[in-house]
Antibody, heavy 115, light 109 residues
Framework: EVQLVQSGAEVKKPGESLKISCKGS????????IAWVRQMPGKGLEWMGIIYPGDSDTKYSPSFQGQVTISVDMSTNTAYLQWRSLKASDTATYYC????????WGQGTLVTVSS | QTVVTQEPSLTVSPGGTVTLTCASNTGAVTNSYYPNWFQQRPGQPPRPLIY???NKHSWTPARFSGSLLGGKAALTLSGVQPEDEAEYYCLLYYSGAWVFGGGTKLTVL
């Protein structure tokens, strides 16, 4: 069974750093892209970027380029999304999803940034 | 800036048929945009329905179908059920990156 399991909810202050995770199982992790999607409270879906675990090829939406970093650890079948300095506007639920057709999704990680 | 536009809201009666559309500000949507469609109910992750314009996932109910219509991607629901009330998002491909539409809130009334 294909599963993407994300790390738990986070509460952070502005300016803090954060790295959230997405662990894949039940399929060949290295051969499928992993995408990250943002959903701000009460708003729509936003495609942030995508990484190919096999060679770490990464592509970002222009809206998120330079704002976040997507990475992967092949030894643990885990993809990551990280921020160096969080802003209140980063408050959202973040989803990871498999492949460029986003056929399987994680449960989402709620990130709250508040002073 | 690439903008993908969907109807903000639509209402359909149970058993009826409704078509949701997805337009690009870059021009007509073609198969090269690999349109995807997702359903999202409150508090849940999105659920994939259609990929590459017309292809259904193994779990996609038969009443959902995808197409191109008048320069847009389209999602048609035939024989709408009460459980189809949800937000629907399209996703289009643009040279290495993807862009979601703003979503359509479908009400079954």
């Amino acid at each position: 069974e294909v599963q993407l399991v994300q790390s738990g909810a986070e509460v952070k202050k502005p300016g803090e750093s954060l790295k959230i995770s997405c662990k894949g199982s039940g399929y060949s992790f290295r051969n499928h892209w992993i995408a990250w999607v943002r959903q701000m409270p009460g708003k729509g879906l936003e495609w942030m970027g995508i990484i190919y675990p096999g060679d770490s090829d990464t592509k970002y939406s222009p809206s998120f380029q330079g704002q976040v970093t997507i990475s992967v650890d092949m030894s643990t079948n885990t993809a990551y999304l990280q921020w160096r300095s969080l802003k209140a506007s980063d408050t959202a639920t973040y989803y990871c999803a498999r492949g460029d057709v986003l056929d399987y999704w994680g449960q989402g990680t709620l990130v709250t940034v508040s002073s | 800036q690439t903008v993908v536009t969907q109807e903000p809201s639509l209402t359909v009666s149970p058993g009826g048929t409704v078509t949701l559309t997805c337009a690009s500000n870059t021009g007509a949507v073609t198969n090269s945009y690999y349109p995807n469609w997702f359903q999202q109910r409150p508090g849940q992750p999105p659920r994939p329905l259609i990929y590459s314009t017309t292809n259904k996932h193994s779990w996609t109910p038969a009443r959902f179908s995808g197409s191109l219509l008048g320069g847009k991607a389209a999602l048609t629901l035939s024989g709408v059920q009460p459980e189809d009330e949800a937000e629907y998002y399209c996703l289009l491909y643009y040279s290495g990156a993807w862009v979601f539409g703003g979503g359509t809130k479908l009400t079954v009334l």
